[in-house]
């Protein structure tokens, strides 16, 4: 099956900073989203981007499918920001989301 | 509307019982998915139920089990727990079974085997 590595494992920002996470997928997938888990271990969906680039708001999300690998993008960010942000794809055609480690994020005041 | 809902949010169950958590989909979505997620770790696909059919199972034993009713929501079935399936386990649902659909998640219910 296919594999999704996450970098960095672990990020501390200060508030206002920016940052990039970054998903590589060891094959090509299907139906890539990106979430965010809160301490309370709800999953937000974030996007669904299969390719090209997308923005809600302070995040944005870019897809590039034939190289593998999809980005995160948090401007200006914000103690609720803090948390786990997980990408998923699946390979197979069924919803089968294949996770990644997942990337967690800490902002501090 | 509301969201995907689960129930119980929290239970603690004692080796070798048996659990039953249940999934409530977004309104007209037809598709549950159940993942396991272990402290530490990104969930883990359990099954996949797609108009009341089983469309997908992970690599998990035969003590667990799904099943999907025709309201589309769905229990997902643990029989004789161990110790190792102390974990989150999240209901995801979407519109249909196949990919191009965003997928959303419940708030989970976080089992306890003691």
């Known amino acids: 099956g296919i594999q999704v590595e996450q970098s960095p494992p672990d990020l501390i920002l200060q508030e206002g900073a920016n940052s990039t996470l970054r998903c590589n997928f060891s094959?090509?997938?299907?139906?890539l989203q990106w979430f965010h888990q809160n301490p309370w271990g709800q999953l937000i969906n974030l996007f669904y981007i299969p390719s090209g680039t997308k923005q809600n708001g302070r995040l944005s999300a870019t897809t590039v499918a034939t190289e593998r690998y999809s980005l995160l993008y948090i401007s200006s960010s914000q103690t609720t920001d803090s948390g786990v942000y997980f990408c998923a794809g699946d390979s197979g055609g069924y919803n089968k989301l294949i996770f990644g480690a997942g990337t967690r994020l800490a902002v501090h005041p | 509307d509301a969201g995907v809902t689960q129930s119980p949010t929290h239970l603690i169950k004692t080796r070798g019982q048996q659990v039953t958590l249940r999934c409530s989909p977004i309104?007209?979505?037809?598709?549950v998915s159940w993942y396991q997620q272990v402290l530490g770790q990104g969930p883990q696909f359990i099954f996949q139920y797609y108009e009341k059919e089983e469309r997908g199972r992970g690599n998990f034993p035969d003590r667990f089990s799904a099943r999907q009713f025709p309201n589309y929501s769905s229990e997902l079935n643990v029989n004789a727990l161990l110790l190792g399936d102390s974990a989150l386990y999240l209901c995801?649902?979407?519109?249909?079974?196949?990919?191009?659909?965003?997928?959303?998640f419940g708030e989970g219910s976080w089992l306890t085997v003691v």
């Open positions: 309104s007209g979505h037809k598709s």
């Open positions: 995801a649902s979407s519109l249909a079974g196949t990919s191009g659909n965003t997928i959303y």
């Open positions: 094959d090509s997938v299907n139906n």
